[in-house]
C-alpha cells in the first residue's frame, strides 16, 4: 500500500519528459536537455519538441501525447505563452508533476496564463515554479536544472529562494566534504510552496539535515508545521534574507511581500525549531557541525588552546553563544597539573602553551573527552614548529571518530584549503579556521538538543474561561460595526476588557459641562478627563487627558482647554464629548502597558512593556504568540526589565505577578476566541499587591469573524482547544480528554506501569525513549495528529488509564492509529472507547484511510479489528507486523 509522500513522485520520477527541449545552440531548451542528459539519470528522458525528429540519439515527440509510456514528471522549458496548450495536454496525458523552468519577467504571468496552471492545479497536479531554476536528486542521477553538473550524493536537503546563492551554498557545502539529498528551487511558488518541499525532507529518509535560504514566505502556518515537524529528528538550518531596514525594500522588489516588524518572524521561526544563521559562513560551519552525527549531551564543554590570548577569546566566544564550560576539579586539576603540566589546571579553557607537540595534545584530547562531565570539545591551535599541522590531524582522526562526543578543531589563521583542514573534512571531522564559528555551530546544536527535548509547543494550557465572556464582547463589536467604527470608545474597550475578567476603572461619559460636573461628583474627585474622538487613537499622543482635576472650578478648566483641544483637532465644539474616570492612588504600584495585536504573516501576538512615565525610559518589549500557555505568560514577567521593574523597585514592594500573568492569558483567549479584535492595547495596567487594573485602553476592530473556526485558522500556530467529556460502560465512569503539555507527568507514569508486554505491543521495537514518547504525545501539532486520554475519574492525580493517537501520513490522505490500556484496566472496553473516537476524528479531517501496524501475536487487537471492518495485509517490510486498514473512512460508522 502507497503511503509515500505526495511529492514522491515529483523528486524519484521514473520518467520525465523534457517539453521544450532542443538543439539550438544557446537556447534554454538545449541547455536542460544537454544537462539532464550529462547526469545519467535513472528516470527515462522523453524530448518534445515538434521542431525536431530527434535530439541527439533521442527521438523528439511532436507532442506530449504521442509518448506511449506514463509520464511521471513533464519540464517546460518553453516560454510562458505556451504554457496554456502545454499544460492541457499535460492534463490529457495524466501528469501528475510539473516543473516550470526558466528566467522571463513575472509580467510575462499574464492571466490566461495564470488560469491554465489554475485550472491544472485543480485537477491535482502538483506544479514546480513559475520561473524556478529547477530540481535535483543527486542519488538518482536527476538534474532538471540550469546547473551543469550534478553535486555529489548526501544528507543536506537545500531549498533556496535564490539560484545564485544556491550554486554559493553548493559549493561550501561540497568543501565541506558533505553532499545533497536534494537541491530545490522554488521558484514563484504558484502552487507548490517552501512549506511542501520542508514537509518533503522531512520525511525524506535520506535527509539528515535541511538547510533553508528563504526571503520571503508563502503559507507561513503550514511552513511553521513543516519545519516544527522536521525539527523534531533532523536540524533545520536557515538563513534568511531580509531581516533588517535596510534590505526590507529589496525583499519587497525580489518577493512582493512586507515582512512583519523586527523580532516577530524570528520569534516565530525559532519557536517552530529553525536554527537560524546570519551569514553563509556560519550556515557553512553548522552544516558541517551536524554531519558528525554525534548528539550534544546536557553536559558541558572543554576548550584547548595552545596559546594565551586563545583561551580568554575562546571563553568569550562560549559566554557570548551561552554554553556552559566544565570547572576542572581536583582529580582533573592534578593529571592536568602532573601529567601534562599545564601551569593553571583549574582554567577552562584548559591553555596547553606553545611548546606542546602533536602526540600530547592527541592523549590531552583523548583524556578530557573521556571525562564524564564533558559533552564536547573544542580544540583551537595555532601553528608552530613544536608540531606539523597534518601529522596533527592525522593523529587526531582516530580519537575523535572512536568518542561518542562531538568534537570540533579550529586552525587558527588558516584557509579552508589549509591541508590539516582538508584531511580532517575528509575524515567526517570539524575542522574550522574561526572560533566564533565553532562556538556558534556548537550553540546551535544545544540549541537542537533542546528542542527536541522540550518538546514543540503544538497544544496549550490556559486559564479556563466563561464562554459568556466573549459573548459580550462580541456584542460590543457589533455595535460599533453598525455604526460604522473600527475603534472602539474608551469606555466599550473598559467594558469589553471587564467582560473577559479585567478589573477597570469606573468612568462616565459627559457630552457637556454640565454632565461632566455630574459625573465628577458621582465619581468623587480627584478624577481625569479623557477626549472621546472618533479616530483618535492615542489621547496622550493627541494632548487629550488631563489628569489630578480636584475640584468643579478646575473641572470647567479643564473643559475649556478640552473644548479648545478638539475644535484644533477638528471637532465641532458642539460635538464634544469627554470621558471622566476615578483617579486612583498610585503609590506602591508600578504602570505597565500590554496588549494584543495582529502580526502581518505570523498572527496575533501578546505582548508586554513597561507603561506610564517609565515606559519613556524603558522601550524593550516581550511578547509571544498567541495562545499563551501559563509558562510562556510567566516567562515574559520573568524576563527583563520586567523582572527587575516589578520587584523591590525603587523603595517599592514587589507587585503580585499573578494578576498580570492572568491579564496576558486574558488577552491571548481574545485573540483566540474573537478573531475580529485586531489590536487591544493596555496602556497603562496599575499594577500592585493582589491586582491589576486598567486605567486606560483602546481597541481596534476588523471585519473578520466574530468566532474562531474549528481549527482557529487565524493563528499561526495550530491550537486544539481543551476538552473534555465524561463516559459511562462496562469499564464504569471515565473520563475522555486531549492530551497537553501538564499531562506529561502524569503520561510518563502511564507509560512506565504498562507490563513489558503492553508496552512491546504498543510501541514495537521501543527505540525511542518513554521520554521522547511523552514529549511528543503531549505536544503534538494538531494539524498533523490527534493525540486522547482516558482518565481514571477516582484519581485525585488524574491518572491515565488508556491513551491513543491519531498521526497523518505523508501522502495526506491517510492516518495511522496506535492504542493501549493499562494493564489492570484491560477486557472493559477502553479500546473500543477510543477507536470510536480515533475514526471520528479521522471522518472530521476528511482522511480516507486509516491504518494499524499491529504485532502478528497482538491477539487482542487483531480480533477488535476484525470486528471494526479492518482488512489485514502483511507489511511488505516486516513479517512480523501486520498492517490494517480502514477504506472509506468518511462513511464509516
Known sequence: MDFNHYLHSLFNPR????????????????????????????????????????????????????????VDLAVLVCPPSVYPKALENCLKKGVKNILLCGGFPKSDLTEPVLEAINKTTAAGVRIVGPQSLGLMTPSEGLNLSYLPSLPPAGEVGLVSQSPGLSCTIIDYVTNAQCGFSHVIDPGFE???????????????????????????????????????????NKPVILLKGG???????????????????????????????????????????????????????????????????????????????????????????????????????????????????????????????????????????????????????????????????????????????FPAIKYLRKNGIVAMNDMKGA????????????????????????????????????????????????????????????????????????????????????????????????????????????????????????????SERAVHLGQPEEGLGVFLQKTLDSDNRREL?????????????????????YGKIFKGTAFNFAPLSLKEARDMISSEPFKTFLGDFQGLPPCDPEPIVTALIRLSQLAVEVPAVRSIDIDPLLCGKGHAIVLDAHCVIGSDTLTADENASHLIFPYRPSF?????????????????????????????????????????????????????????????SFSIFAVDPNSDSGDIIAEARLSQLPNRTSAEFGISVRDDWHGRGLATLLMDEIEAEARRRGLEKVVGYVLKDNENMHGMMAKRGYVRTTDKDDPNIDLFTLDNVKVSN
Open 15 to 70: 520518467s520525465v519528459a523534457i517539453i521544450g527541449a532542443s538543439a539550438r545552440s544557446g537556447s534554454f531548451g538545449t541547455l536542460i536537455w544537454k544537462i539532464a542528459k550529462s547526469a545519467s539519470p535513472r528516470a527515462r528522458l522523453f524530448p518534445v519538441n515538434p521542431k525536431y525528429k530527434t535530439i541527439g540519439r533521442e527521438t523528439s515527440y511532436a507532442a506530449l501525447t504521442d509518448i506511449k509510456e506514463d
Open 439 to 562: 562556538c556558534r555551530a556548537i550553540r546551535l546544536m544545544e540549541q537542537f538538543r533542546k528542542f527536541k527535548s522540550d518538546g514543540v509547543p503544538g497544544s496549550y494550557s490556559v486559564i479556563p474561561s466563561d464562554p459568556a465572556f466573549f459573548a459580550s464582547a462580541r456584542k460590543i463589536i457589533q455595535t460599533a460595526r453598525r455604526e460604522g467604527r473600527h475603534l472602539l470608545y474608551e469606555e466599550e474597550s473598559k467594558r469589553l476588557l471587564a467582560g473577559i475578567g479585567f478589573e477597570t476603572t469606573a468612568g462616565i461619559y459627559a457630552g457637556s459641562l454640565g454632565e461632566a460636573i455630574e459625573a465628577a461628583r458621582a465619581l468623587g474627585y480627584p478624577v481625569a478627563m479623557k477626549l472621546r474622538m472618533n479616530g483618535v487613537l492615542s489621547k496622550s499622543d493627541a494632548k487629550g487627558v488631563i489628569l489630578g482635576i480636584r475640584n468643579e472650578r478646575e473641572l470647567k478648566g479643564s473643559w475649556k482647554n478640552m
Open 243 to 417: 531581516q533588517t531596514p535596510g534590505s526590507a525594500d529589496i525583499v519587497i522588489n525580489n518577493s512582493g511581500a512586507r515582512e512583519d516588524e523586527d523580532g516577530v518572524m524570528k520569534r516565530a521561526l525559532v519557536r517552530a525549531g529553525a536554527l537560524l544563521v546570519t551569514s553563509l559562513k556560519e550556515l557553512n560551519y553548522a552544516v558541517q557541525a551536524f554531519a558528525m552525527r554525534k548528539d550534544l549531551a546536557s553536559g558541558e564543554l572543554y576548550g584547548l588552546v595552545n596559546s594565551k590570548g586563545l583561551d580568554s577569546l575562546l571563553a568569550d566566544h562560549a559566554y557570548n553563544n551561552d554554553l556552559r564550560l566544565a570547572t576542572p576539579d581536583s582529580t582533573v586539576a592534578k593529571e592536568l597539573r602532573d601529567k601534562y603540566k599545564i601551569t593553571f589546571p583549574y582554567a577552562n579553557p584548559v591553555n596547553m602553551g606553545l611548546d606542546m607537540d602533536a602526540a600530547t595534545i592527541v592523549d590531552l584530547t583523548d583524556y578530557l573527552l573521556n571525562r564524564p562531565e564533558c559533552s564536547g570539545i573544542v580544540l583551537s591551535v595555532v601553528t608552530n614548529p613544536s608540531f606539523d599541522p597534518l601529522e596533527l590531524a592525522k593523529k587526531l582522526v582516530p580519537i575523535l571518530k572512536k568518542s561518542s562526543k562531538p568534537a570540533v578543531t579550529v586552525w587558527i589563521g588558516t584557509e579552508s584549503d
Open 190 to 232: 504558484q502552487v507548490l510552496t517552501v512549506a511542501d518541499y520542508v514537509d518533503m525532507l522531512a520525511f525524506d529518509r535520506k535527509t539528515r539535515c535541511i538547510v533553508l535560504y528563504l526571503e520571503s514566505f508563502q503559507q507561513p502556518r503550514k511552513l511553521l508545521s513543516a519545519i516544527r515537524l522536521a525539527a523534531a
Open 724 to 784: 473534555e467529556k465524561n463516559v459511562r460502560g462496562k469499564y464504569g465512569l471515565v473520563k475522555i480528554k486531549y492530551s497537553a503539555p501538564e499531562d506529561k507527568e502524569n503520561f510518563l507514569k502511564y507509560l512506565g506501569s504498562l507490563s513489558d508486554q503492553s508496552r512491546r505491543l504498543r510501541f514495537h521495537s521501543l527505540t525511542s525513549s518513554l521520554e521522547s514518547i511523552a514529549v511528543s504525545a503531549v505536544s503534538s501539532d494538531p494539524d498533523r
Open 593 to 613: 502597558r500590554i496588549g494584543m495585536k495582529l502580526t502581518r504573516h505570523f498572527g496575533p501576538i501578546v505582548y508586554l512593556g513597561i507603561g506610564g512615565l
